[in-house]
């Protein structure tokens, strides 16, 4: 799968949003952010979506927009943390050209988080660490590159930049 597009992955809070955009206007892409095509073909935020469907339908959605999106040429696309939960996303990933994990540390990430309801998956730090820890062999494992995350978006922006 050729087609020039950039994925960010990693765990809530890292920055994919900010740094793909940043990283999208800098190469002349297109900034894709997968949650919020989930968001506007439900009619529905995403913790509505999980409150109504449950997390297994958010899931579903999610796969089938990240195997579209992929299909697209000259995006940065930024997945959702869970995008690692799901088997068909990691072969959709490993299959794809320039996928970057952003890490940092699991504290750094949770402090970083908005506690206003807009992450079903947030509850207490001990939750988020377990949930860090599970998925970032995963992250590893369907990337090319890792990227330290806690910097400066720019100086992200311009490690990945320097790493295409
Ligand atoms: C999730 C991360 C969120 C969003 C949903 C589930 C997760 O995306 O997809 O709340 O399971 O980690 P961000 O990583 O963009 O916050």
Same mark, same amino acid.
């Given at each position: 799968m050729t087609r020039n597009n950039i994925v960010l992955i990693g765990?809530?809070? @890292?920055?994919k949003s900010t740094i793909g955009k940043l990283l999208a206007s800098g190469l002349g892409f297109e900034f894709i952010d997968t949650d919020s095509i989930i968001e506007e073909r439900e009619g529905k935020i995403i913790p509505e979506i999980f409150a109504r469907s449950g997390e297994e339908y958010f899931r579903q959605v999610e796969t089938s927009v990240l195997k579209e999106v992929l299909e697209k040429e000259k995006c940065v696309i930024s997945c959702g943390? &869970?995008?690692?939960? =799901?088997l068909k996303n990691i072969d959709f990933l490993q299959s794809a050209e320039k996928v970057f994990y952003l890490d940092a540390d699991s504290r750094v990430l949770y402090d970083r #988080? *908005? #506690?206003? &309801? @807009? +992450? *079903?998956?947030? @509850? =207490?730090y001990k939750n988020f660490e377990k949930l860090y820890e599970a998925r970032r062999p995963k992250y590893l494992g369907c990337s090319k590159y890792t990227i330290h995350?806690? +910097?400066?978006p720019i100086e992200v922006v311009q490690e990945i930049m320097r790493q295409l």
């Open positions: 765990m809530m809070g @890292s920055g943390g &869970g995008v690692v939960e =799901t #988080i *908005p #506690i206003d &309801g @807009s +992450r *079903p998956k947030v @509850s =207490t995350a806690d +910097r400066n």
